[in-house]
């Protein structure tokens, strides 16, 4: 991906992101997918969608569902009483996005960081239009910051000038250090945040995830819903043969020569296997992975992944 800072695809704006709110519908969040999608069977069952609030007793009027009478209640008033509930309306969706050196990559259309911004513009912008609150954590490799969930436009725009303020940030020849470790900083706090039955999607290339990030997330799944958009690029696992590359940690730089044939194997397999370890996690912790490439736009996979619901449907 070349480095001028004017090509498309090198960073976010505020006029792509905004511009995804048309293209937030087709997908949802709730447990009945179409048969297709990611999200069906075991995978399913984690996305719990809304439940059901008590609201009142009152007594029995014919035509009542005889399965909501309080028997006890029957028993000891004497006259049949049923409770009463209401649908939980209020399913807060926090946003974890990463914008990290790690994520400042990218062989084809967009950077990694790009990618993860157009997944969280179209997340807010789903969640807003069914009218629940959607906040958001966006973290870089020196800083967390926290937008704390609303149900409104305003709360859209708070997160995406979060994180295009960490996006336009990003640069190979700064003296930003990397700190894979802020992944799980900025898990901790969403695990703090989310109290019950929230949505936490995390959209992140995982760097540095290690047996303390399944962990938290698992923790966090027990009470709520966890989803992992796992951001990655192509090169990163069938890289080419013949070419020269330069990588960098911000501080140290060294050039790998890949015509060499085991070197290519060793770093694609490396990366290879780290990306089949976050996969892995729908089956060992039940936390969802939905894999996102940099090469097409994330609106069409997610749609693709989630089952291309032929009709609006719930977050």
């Known amino acids: 991906m070349t480095s001028n800072p004017s ?13 995804l709110r048309h293209k937030a519908r087709g997908f949802g969040f709730l447990p009945r997918q179409p048969v297709h999608s990611l999200l069906t069977g075991r995978y399913a069952s984690r996305l719990r969608g809304r439940g059901l609030n008590f ?8 035509g009542d569902d005889v399965r909501t009478i309080d028997w006890k209640v029957t028993a000891r008033t004497g006259r049949p009483h049923v409770r009463v509930y209401t649908e939980e309306r209020d399913r807060p969706v926090l946003l974890v ?7 400042f990559f990218g062989s084809r259309r967009a950077m990694k960081s790009v990618t993860a ?14 009218g629940d609150r959607v906040g958001a954590l966006v973290f870089n490799d020196e800083e967390v910051r926290e937008i704390r969930p609303q149900r409104s436009e305003r709360a859209v725009h708070q997160i995406f000038e979060a994180i295009l303020s960490q996006n336009h940030a990003l640069s190979v020849e700064g003296e930003t250090i990397r700190r894979p470790e802020r992944l799980n900083e900025a898990l901790e706090r969403a695990a703090r945040q989310a109290r019950h039955d929230w949505l936490v999607c995390v959209i992140s290339d995982f760097d540095g995830a290690d047996e303390q990030t399944r962990a938290v997330l698992s923790r966090t799944a027990i009470h709520n819903d966890v989803l ?29 020569d890949l015509a060499g044939g085991r070197t290519r194997e060793r770093v694609g397999a490396f990366a290879a296997g780290r990306v089949a370890e976050v996969l892995a996690w729908a089956g060992e912790i039940g936390v969802p992975v939905l894999p996102i490439r940099t090469g097409e736009g994330p609106a069409e996979q997610v749609r693709r992944l989630l089952g291309g619901a032929a009709r609006p449907r719930r977050s």
């Open 7 to 19: 090509a498309p695809g090198v960073y976010a704006t505020l006029e792509e992101l905004v511009a």
């Open 55 to 62: 609201e009142e007793m009152r007594s029995y009027v014919p």
């Open 97 to 103: 996005v990463d914008q990290r050196l790690s994520m």
């Open 117 to 130: 911004a157009e997944a969280a513009a179209l997340a807010a912008w789903r969640v807003v239009s069914v």
């Open 228 to 256: 992992a958009i796992l951001v990655h690029d192509a090169l990163a696992t069938k890289l080419p043969s013949h070419s020269r590359y330069v990588v960098g940690d911000g501080r140290l730089q060294v050039e790998l």
